[in-house]
């Protein structure tokens, strides 16, 4: 009887250890997410000292706890795409644009001719790039309809999931817009989504986006700027590029067993501070 009683204590024991193992498995799945997002103030300069204790976020709906809120520093991956129906207007602000970012991102840069032409991939290598930027000078006229813009942005999506790249950009410059039926749009949001990546259109003034350059951008995380006569103004991409470099990394948790959700959103008790963040997010 007594090695019974004995065989019975030390199997308790071992169900309590391996019950407590299994509880502090369950904790250490915790689901951590990181989102990036930039604030300004009511005249438009970029805020730069947000802490935890400015922000709440919601996730599906519900509250979630803010882990941390820092500067962020990883590399920047910027996919550009010129639609300037071959004027070259846009190849000198892209240059500021570069030149602003060079040493904290790289970039791939794709031309429409009228079908997207890749002129590099991703890199920061400066005479790639000015070799690059050669491309986008004038051309001559060029017949932008719009209908290659979705395949456009799902390759530059594609490019990004390829390396992995956790801080992505993408930014369009069209003088055309976009020509899409409405399920090829959906599916382009689908796939701009689950990149992760944010998306900024920079667009001449009275062009009617369609749905992807129009709610990509907000959902995103992303900007809409319009522009006149063609040309992009310097200091446009100057404010996109400082909004990139001054971006902060939001990390927050889910509690155990909570699958993720796409629908985010992100508030702030500063008053006159707006943020720019998506509002949907990637799977995981």
Known sequence: MRKVLVCS????????FLTAGAARAARGAEVARTVYFSASDASGALVTDLTASDLAVKEGGKDRAIATVERATGPIHV????DDGGTGGFQGPVAQFLNALMGKAQFAIRAFNPQPSRLTDFTD???VLKTALDG????????STGEQMLDAIGQAVKDLQQRKAARAAIVVLTVAGEVAQSNQADGTLDTLRKSGASLTVVHLAGLQLGQVLGDGPKRSGGTIQQIGGG????PVLGKIADTLVNQYALTYTLPDGVKPNEKFA???TRKGVTLLAPTRLPDK
């Open 125 to 127: 290598d400066f005479n």
């Open 9 to 16: 204590a030390a199997c308790t024991a071992l169900a309590m």
């Open 231 to 234: 040309v992009v103004p310097g």
């Open 266 to 268: 992100l508030t702030t």
């Open 79 to 82: 996919s550009l795409l010129v």
């Open 136 to 143: 986008i000078g004038p051309r001559g006229k060029i017949a």
